[in-house]
Nanobody, 118 residues
Framework: QVQLVESGGGLVQAGGSLRLSCAASGITFTVNPMAWYRQAPGKQRELVAGISSGGNTNYADSVKGRFTLSGDNAKNTVYLQMNSLKPEDTAVYYC????????????WGQGTQVTVSS
């Protein structure tokens, strides 16, 4: 059974930092591509950052240079380091994973709220 458990969200002032964690069980990010998505109120869920099984990362233009996705093999955990946060980064952040041959993300965490105050 695949489980993704996010943590690390919270309230931060603009310009501040947060680090989100996604602990995975039932899969391993060195095999299964993983990603962070976010959904703000009234908006569609959007891809924030992704990491391939080979370790390549990609980022949404809106977070490039501010967010960094990384992984810890020993803990089977991926992280999203978020710096220089802006009020528009406020959203529920979700960790997602998929089997390598799938084009869509099929496993989702419960989400963690990030609120950035101005």
């Amino acid at each position: 059974q695949v489980q993704l458990v996010e943590s690390g969200g919270g309230l931060v002032q603009a310009g501040g930092s947060l680090r989100l964690s996604c602990a995975a069980s039932g899969i391993t990010f060195t095999v299964n591509p993983m990603a962070w998505y976010r959904q703000a109120p009234g908006k569609q869920r959007e891809l924030v950052a992704g990491i391939s099984s080979g370790g390549n990362t990609n980022y949404a233009d809106s977070v490039k240079g501010r967010f960094t996705l990384s992984g810890d093999n020993a803990k089977n955990t991926v992280y999203l380091q978020m710096n220089s946060l802006k009020p528009e980064d406020t959203a529920v952040y979700y960790c997602a994973a998929r089997r390598p041959w799938r084009g869509d993300y099929e496993y989702w965490g419960q989400g963690t709220q990030v609120t950035v105050s101005s």
